[in-house]
């Protein structure tokens, strides 16, 4: 890291042994809970004294926020007062900083674009943190890392500064046929990327040895299963947002929430086994995000992980609570649909589904299946929606799927 300040070069070491030391120190739940609430106090005293927004609140826990209203108050919600006009003028101009401060944005492929604002320490913290998860053997052992997620930002591109992390970034909106040739020949030992990503390379036959790590969108059991067999490794799961990073899955392939720089409080989902949640970021503190409220859909696993952490294991991430069906007034989350349509026969191997009315879905699949495929299609999603007191459902069966190449796979949308 000859290029880097040594202060970068600190802040991301010290991320991640401290992380290293969390992973083997926190081994109970008690213990993980009262290390959050001690983060939690110190982030909010913080907040209060050097950010506008809570230093106007009443005493006691800050209210829940969402992404409306700190963006549309991205002033008082940082401690450097930047503008979001000064970041929108800047990201426009192709620079990455704004006084001296990186900034950038989410794609904006799942509505409207979010930014943000981070100090450099942030930065490099949170390069240290996701090595820790990811590569733990990375102080001793060289990786050949390649990644193609959407929004490439500086935060990503920090990683690209270690001497031992070799990092080579391809373009999704190029089109993953483009540059195939050039993943070949960089020949990774791991890859970053979203699930229409690694089942294209697992299709082209260029993820034999690789560790895929998926991220940037919903791992569909679709695409796992394709992709392990390609690979001959167990997907695991790096689940982050423009907001914050939130979870990474362990070796045994269970994604785990980061609690050791997140603190979550779930929401329950009615009519269903999955959850919202509101979570703390423990770590940012120039522009602190406390009690944000996520908009995804998670299933949590009661069960412990074979690999031994305590760290809240997550069965699977569903969607976004904006990719609900609505019927009647009542929502149906997406695993629903999707299980109904999977389990109707064993050929189905990709899918999308759609909510075109108040009673009525379009349903694509490939275009190599039967026509006889349709009626167990059907059956199935009439009994799946009947719970839900779902009358005169029409359904739209067609065929042929398109995989987009500039905004993020949904399976199911509305």
Excluded at 375 to 384: D, E, F, G
Aim: with cysteine; glycine share 6%.
């Amino acid at each position: 890291m000859a290029s880097v300040h040594p202060a970068s070069v600190a802040a991301a070491l010290s991320a991640y042994l401290r992380t290293r030391w969390a992973h083997a120190t926190l081994r109970s739940r008690a213990a993980i809970e009262s290390r959050q609430c001690r983060g939690f106090r110190r982030l909010v005293d913080h907040s209060r004294r050097e950010t506008a927004f809570y230093r106007n609140l009443p005493p006691g826990v800050p209210p829940i926020i969402d992404k409306a209203l700190q963006q549309s108050r991205f002033a008082d919600f940082n401690t450097a007062g930047i503008t979001l006009d000064e970041i929108v003028a800047a990201l426009e101009r192709g620079e990455d900083r704004v006084r001296g401060h990186p900034v950038g944005q989410s794609t904006g492929t799942s509505g409207n674009r979010g930014r943000f604002v981070i100090s450099e320490r942030e930065r490099f913290t949170w390069l240290g943190t996701i090595v820790a998860k990811t590569l733990p053997d990375a102080l001793w052992r060289r990786h050949r890392v390649a990644l193609a997620l959407p929004g490439m930002s500086s935060l990503y591109r920090s990683a690209s500064e270690g001497s031992r992390i070799s990092l080579a970034f391809f373009d999704l909106a190029r089109g993953i046929d483009s540059w195939a040739g050039d993943f070949a020949r960089f020949a990774p030992d791991t890859l970053v990327a979203p699930p229409r990503a690694l089942r294209r390379l697992a299709e082209l036959g260029l993820l034999a040895g690789v560790q895929p790590f998926s991220g940037a969108e919903v791992l569909d059991p679709l695409d796992r299963r394709v992709v392990e067999q390609a690979s001959g490794r167990r997907v695991r799961e790096i689940y982050m947002a423009t907001e914050g990073l939130f979870a990474v899955s362990c070796p045994h392939g269970t994604l785990h929430m980061a609690e050791d720089v997140v603190r979550c409080e779930w929401e329950a989902i009615p009519d269903s086994r999955l959850v919202g949640f509101v979570f703390s970021d423990l770590v940012r503190r120039i522009q602190p995000m406390i009690r944000y409220r996520m908009n995804d859909l998670l299933e949590l696993d009661p069960d412990p992980c074979p690999c031994g952490s305590v760290f809240q294991p997550v069965r699977r991430i569903e969607g976004r609570v904006d990719d609900s069906l609505v019927f009647g007034g009542r929502m149906v989350t997406p695993d629903v649909v999707r299980n109904a349509v999977v389990d109707a026969d064993p050929r189905i191997d990709d899918f999308r589904i759609v909510q075109t009315g108040p009673a009525k879905l379009r349903v694509a699949l490939p275009a190599s299946l039967p026509r006889e495929i349709d009626n167990k299609v059907a059956a199935a999603l009439q009994r799946a929606l009947q719970p839900f007191e779902v009358d005169d459902l029409k359904l739209d069966i067609i065929r042929g799927i398109e995989t987009p190449t500039d905004r993020k796979l949904r399976r199911v949308r509305r």
